[in-house]
């Protein structure tokens, strides 16, 4: 199995833009699809972006769509989302999830592994 590793986060002025990475560890991330989630205090967890196994189809929520960009380097085992824009809306903990399909999905339920999570602040 996979382990993930969230980093990168931290407080950010509206407008700014933070990168997130998601080291993984145990086998090789190209064996999975991964999606990043976020979840903000009293809010449900909502899927943010995900990436096919091979890197070659991506998809986004509407509220990041055109300031998010998820991409991957199997080479270095790691994932990335870099964040640009952001709004105070966008404070959350971001995780990474990975599941071993070529496809990605955007229910949380049909992730097999989890980060710990990273936390994003946004400041107005």
């Known amino acids: 199995q996979v382990q993930l590793v969230e980093s990168g986060g931290g407080l950010v002025q509206a407008g700014g833009s933070l990168r997130l990475s998601c080291a993984a560890s145990?086998?090789?991330?190209?064996?999975?699809?991964v999606g990043w989630f976020r979840q903000a205090p009293g809010k449900e967890r909502e899927f943010v972006a995900a990436?096919?196994?091979?890197?070659?189809?991506?998809s986004y929520a509407d509220s990041v769509k055109g300031r998010f960009t998820i991409s991957r380097d199997n080479a270095k085992n790691t994932l990335f989302l870099q964040m640009n824009s952001l709004k105070p809306e966008d404070t959350a903990v971001y995780s990474c999830?990975?599941?071993?399909?070529?496809?990605?999905?955007?229910?949380?339920?049909?992730?097999?592994?989890w980060g710990q999570g990273t936390q994003v602040t946004v400041s107005s």
């Open positions: 145990g086998r090789t991330v190209s064996s999975y699809a």
């Open positions: 990436i096919s196994r091979n890197g070659g189809g991506t």
């Open positions: 999830a990975a599941r071993a399909t070529l496809s990605y999905s955007s229910k949380y339920s049909s992730y097999d592994y």
